[in-house]
C-alpha cells in the first residue's frame, strides 16, 4: 500500500475565508503483498482503476486515528481518502470550533473534485487511478453527520456519491436543508448499542427507519461509540468485513455478495445486521436532530 499526504487549499467563498485541507491518500502500490506501507510508492495501476472512498473523522479526532480501518479499505483496493477538516481537528490552528461542521460538506465536495482533477490529470501519481463512477463516503460520528449531509440533505447533496457509510452518525439540524426527499443512494449504518455520547441508538435508528433502501444496519452489540472504530480485535473486524462486502456490492456491483455480508455481520453476542425497512423504536432520543 502505497501512502501520500497532500495539502488542499480551498479557495475563499461564501464568506469563509481560504481554507487549507491537510489529507492522506492510501492507494494500492506495487511491492510485496504484506509489506510496509510506502510514502510516494508507485501505484499499482494493472488492476485499477480502484473505487474512491472519502473518510470523514469524528470531532475532536485526528483521522488517523482510524488508521486500522483505513488501512484495511485501502489493501482490499480501494483509494481512501481522509481530509482534516478545519476546526474539528485537535490540531486545528483555529482551535476547535464544532459549529464548523456546517461547511465541511462543502469541503468534501471540494476533496472529491480535487482527487478527481488529480485522477485526470494525465502524468501525475493518481493519473486514472480511480474510477470516477465507483464513489464511496465513509464517516463517523459528526464525520458520519456529514457524509450523510452529503447524500441524503437538499443542503449539500453531492449525486457523484454511490454509496454511503454512516459509523455512529445522525441527521443534523445544523445544516439548513431537509433529509432524505430524493431517491437515496445504498447505505450501510453501523451503531454500538452502549453509545451514550453525541450520536446514541435513536439517532441512527431514526436515519435508518427515514432512508430508502437499499439499506443496512449493523448493531454493534455491547460496543461504544469509538470501541469498535479504534481499537482492535474482534468487532473491528466485524466493520472491517460488513464495510468491505457492502463497499464491493455497491461500489463494484458484485450482486453475490450480500450472502456474505450477511453472515459477516451476524455474530452472536458481537453483532446483528439487517436489511428491514423499519427498526423497532428505541429509548431515547436523538441530541441536535431536525424537529418534525
Given at each position: 500500500?502505497?501512502?501520500?499526504?497532500?495539502?488542499?487549499?480551498?479557495?475563499?467563498?461564501?464568506?469563509?475565508p481560504?481554507?487549507?485541507?491537510?489529507?492522506?491518500?492510501?492507494?494500492?502500490?506495487?511491492?510485496?503483498?504484506?509489506?510496509?506501507?510506502?510514502?510516494?510508492a508507485?501505484?499499482?495501476?494493472?488492476?485499477?482503476?480502484?473505487?474512491?472512498?472519502?473518510?470523514s473523522?469524528?470531532?475532536?479526532?485526528?483521522?488517523?486515528?482510524?488508521a486500522?480501518?483505513?488501512?484495511a479499505?485501502a489493501?482490499?483496493?480501494?483509494?481512501?481518502?481522509?481530509?482534516?477538516?478545519?476546526?474539528?481537528?485537535?490540531?486545528?490552528?483555529?482551535?476547535?470550533?464544532?459549529?464548523?461542521?456546517?461547511?465541511?460538506?462543502?469541503?468534501?465536495?471540494f476533496?472529491?473534485?480535487?482527487?478527481?482533477?488529480?485522477?485526470?490529470?494525465a502524468?501525475?501519481?493518481?493519473?486514472?487511478?480511480?474510477?470516477?463512477?465507483?464513489?464511496?463516503?465513509?464517516?463517523?460520528?459528526?464525520?458520519?453527520?456529514?457524509?450523510?449531509?452529503?447524500?441524503?440533505?437538499?443542503?449539500?447533496?453531492?449525486?457523484?456519491?454511490?454509496?454511503?457509510?454512516?459509523?455512529?452518525?445522525?441527521?443534523?439540524?445544523?445544516?439548513?436543508?431537509?433529509?432524505?426527499?430524493?431517491?437515496?443512494?445504498?447505505?450501510?449504518?453501523?451503531?454500538?448499542?452502549?453509545?451514550?455520547?453525541?450520536?446514541?441508538?435513536?439517532?441512527?435508528?431514526?436515519?435508518?427507519?427515514?432512508?430508502?433502501?437499499?439499506?443496512?444496519?449493523?448493531?454493534?452489540?455491547?460496543?461504544?461509540?469509538?470501541?469498535?472504530?479504534?481499537?482492535?480485535?474482534?468487532?473491528?473486524?466485524?466493520?472491517?468485513?460488513?464495510?468491505?462486502?457492502?463497499?464491493?456490492?455497491?461500489?463494484?456491483?458484485?450482486?453475490?455478495?450480500?450472502?456474505?455480508?450477511?453472515?459477516?455481520?451476524?455474530?452472536?453476542?458481537?453483532?446483528?445486521?439487517t436489511?428491514?425497512?423499519?427498526?423497532?423504536?428505541?429509548?431515547?432520543?436523538?441530541?441536535?436532530?431536525?424537529?418534525?
Amino acid at each position: 500500500m502505497g501512502t501520500t499526504s497532500l495539502t488542499l487549499t480551498e479557495s475563499a467563498a461564501n464568506g469563509l475565508p481560504t481554507r487549507s485541507l491537510v489529507t492522506t491518500v492510501r492507494y494500492p502500490a506495487i511491492g510485496t503483498p504484506g509489506g510496509p506501507d510506502v510514502a510516494n510508492a508507485a501505484p499499482l495501476r494493472q488492476k485499477g482503476p480502484y473505487p474512491l472512498i472519502v473518510f470523514s473523522q469524528g470531532f475532536d479526532i485526528q483521522p488517523e486515528r482510524y488508521a486500522l480501518l483505513l488501512n484495511a479499505w485501502a489493501k482490499a483496493g480501494y483509494v481512501v481518502v481522509d481530509p482534516t477538516y478545519p476546526f474539528t481537528s485537535p490540531n486545528s490552528p483555529g482551535g476547535l470550533v464544532r459549529t464548523d461542521i456546517v461547511h465541511h460538506p462543502a469541503d468534501l465536495s471540494f476533496v472529491i473534485s480535487s482527487i478527481l482533477d488529480l485522477n485526470a490529470h494525465a502524468g501525475g501519481t493518481f493519473s486514472n487511478l480511480i474510477n470516477p463512477a465507483e464513489l464511496g463516503v465513509i464517516g463517523q460520528s459528526d464525520g458520519g453527520d456529514v457524509s450523510l449531509a452529503a447524500i441524503a440533505n437538499t443542503c449539500c447533496r453531492d449525486a457523484r456519491i454511490k454509496a454511503a457509510v454512516i459509523l455512529s452518525g445522525a441527521e443534523l439540524a445544523w445544516f439548513q436543508g431537509a433529509y432524505f426527499t430524493t431517491p437515496g443512494v445504498p447505505m450501510l449504518v453501523v451503531q454500538g448499542t452502549n453509545d451514550l455520547v453525541e450520536n446514541p441508538v435513536a439517532c441512527s435508528v431514526e436515519l435508518y427507519n427515514e432512508a430508502p433502501e437499499p439499506k443496512y444496519y449493523l448493531s454493534m452489540i455491547g460496543q461504544t461509540h469509538l470501541s469498535a472504530y479504534l481499537a482492535p480485535g474482534a468487532p473491528m473486524q466485524v466493520v472491517i468485513r460488513v464495510t468491505l462486502d457492502f463497499l464491493e456490492r455497491y461500489l463494484r456491483h458484485d450482486q453475490a455478495i450480500g450472502n456474505t455480508m450477511t453472515a459477516a455481520g451476524t455474530v452472536p453476542g458481537l453483532a446483528t445486521i439487517t436489511s428491514q425497512t423499519t427498526l423497532g423504536p428505541s429509548t431515547g432520543s436523538c441530541p441536535d436532530a431536525p424537529v418534525g
